[in-house]
């Protein structure tokens, strides 16, 4: 990216490069979810490298998938170690890893049985479909009654099975699959960004009434947001989450935690679940992304034998769900965890976070907000055009900082063991773009795409 210098007129304009690579991305490439005009070609640690050859630092963690950054020297050992060793044994035998892994893994998080699938999306969709024979087969529940409860503000993927718990985010325009379900998504009272004692209420009333027969209660981990971001007091969300955890045990209900984003010890904790005490564990866990440092696709439904015992054939199967390359990656991915005491890290992080962002006050920011190593700020909905969260991600990311825009905030995430100075230099640079994000009459973002409406 470029930019003019004159003191009035400022604009941030896009390379010919990244130009030219929009142009065939335009042509020949579909779906995805508008990111940001930029093409990564390397990357070390939380450094990476564009296609002009800038330095950027990663203060989005590939939306949280490498916790470790990139190219972890141990990790890629042992990924090395493994591909050489085999490329792929699969569902037509047993892994020779897989029996000892389910067992340390099991130990490890406190459950009996897991299953291992691919991506988070395939894990959300697994534990929904696990929870629903558990509520035919235990609960005695007719198969046509069985209902699914989505808390709001929730995302977990694009599986068509679990899209109607979701937010929508244009699955109900043009596509059966939530127009014909009967499952459902709960909203909260929207008019606060607390969590109020009534929200529990209104739940309950639905609980033991429509609801008697849903066999999944679905948090997204204790996060508000559907990408893990807390609202202003994370006390009165904790006490929501803890809240509806206890009304599923008081009406038989399955709750099930959407770990994929917020666990792998981002929020100062390793599951962000475990904020709630184990007194309020779930009775499943769905983990992915992180868990294996980003090195390899996988992801693990978690669950007691009273749910897990009745997953039958073909009913959880997935080419790569038990790959050799996965196992390494997830071992590997953990014992750096606990020799670096990264989860303790998330939560220095999220202190520097607190700090440096105490005195902030930008007549567009609304407030900065964060869960150990997650990190988020709000902009006011001033009406000026220059004020979106996608302009301030551009202003950014032309500072050298990757960060992603999302409605009304700005996501942000760090690697756990991201060296100090890249995170306060990435701090800085925040607070400059805040500071002269009214300065530039233009940040081009490049085009929109197919049937997306841009955050502008």
């Not at 699914?148 to 699955?171: A, E, K």
């Not at 947001?225 to 006490?239: A, D, F, I, Q, S």
């Not at 990264?342 to 900065?368: F, H, S």
């Not at 990435?426 to 841009?454: A, N, Q, R």
Request: with cysteine; glycine share 10%; hydrophobic share 35%.
């Amino acid at each position: 990216m470029t930019r003019e210098n004159p003191r009035e007129g400022k604009a941030v304009r896009l390379s010919s490069k990244t130009k030219e690579l929009l142009e065939i991305d335009s042509k020949h490439s579909a779906g995805g979810i508008f990111p940001l005009p930029v093409f990564i070609k390397s990357g070390k640690g939380s450094i990476l490298k564009d296609v002009d050859g800038k330095e950027i630092i990663d203060f989005i963690c590939m939306l949280s998938a490498t916790n470790l950054g990139q190219c972890h020297p141990k990790l890629l050992e042992a990924m090395t170690t493994s591909m050489q060793t085999i490329t792929l044994t699969n569902i037509a035998t047993k892994v020779g890893d897989w029996a000892e892994f389910t067992r340390d893994m099991c130990t490890r998080f406190g459950y009996d049985k897991m299953v291992g699938m691919v991506s988070g999306t395939e894990g959300a969709d697994a534990a929904v479909k696990f929870a629903r024979k558990w509520g035919i087969k235990r609960k005695n529940i007719p198969p046509g009654d069985v209902l699914v409860l989505g808390v709001s503000d929730n995302y977990h993927g694009v599986g068509s099975g679990i899209w109607p718990i979701m937010n929508d985010m244009g699955q109900s325009s043009g596509n059966s699959a939530r127009l014909v379900s009967k499952d459902q998504l709960w909203y909260r009272q929207r008019e606060s960004s607390e969590f109020q004692p009534k929200d529990r209420g209104a739940l309950e009333v639905r609980m033991p009434g429509r609801f008697q027969a849903s066999p999944c209660g679905r948090s997204r981990t204790c996060g508000r947001n559907n990408h893990g971001v807390y609202p202003r007091k994370e006390t009165e969300e904790l006490n929501f989450a803890i809240g509806v955890r206890q009304l599923c045990k008081k009406y038989n209900i399955l709750f099930i935690a959407d770990e994929v984003r917020m666990g792998s010890g981002k929020t100062g904790k390793f599951l962000c679940s475990d904020w709630m005490g184990p007194e309020n564990k779930p009775d499943m866990v769905v983990m992915g992304k992180s868990i294996t440092g980003g090195a390899y696709p996988a992801s693990y439904i978690f669950g007691h034998d009273e749910v897990m015992d009745l997953v039958g054939g073909y009913e959880s199967v997935a080419t790569f769900g038990m790959a050799p390359a996965a196992i390494a990656a997830t071992r590997a991915t953990l014992k750096i965890m606990d020799e670096e005491k990264l989860v303790d890290r998330a939560t220095w992080i999220g202190q520097v976070w607190k700090k440096e962002t105490a005195d902030w006050n930008m007549p567009w920011l609304d407030y900065t907000t964060n869960r150990g190593a997650d990190l988020g700020l709000y902009l006011k909905r001033t009406g000026n055009p220059r004020h979106t969260t996608r302009r301030l991600s551009m202003l950014c990311l032309h500072k050298g900082i990757l960060t992603y825009p999302d409605g009304d905030r700005v996501r942000m995430g760090v690697a756990l063991n991201i060296p100090e100075a890249d995170l306060l230099r990435g701090i800085t640079s925040v607070k400059e773009s805040l500071l002269e994000f009214d300065d530039y009459d233009e940040i081009e973002s490049g085009p929109p795409m197919k049937g997306v409406v841009p955050d502008m």
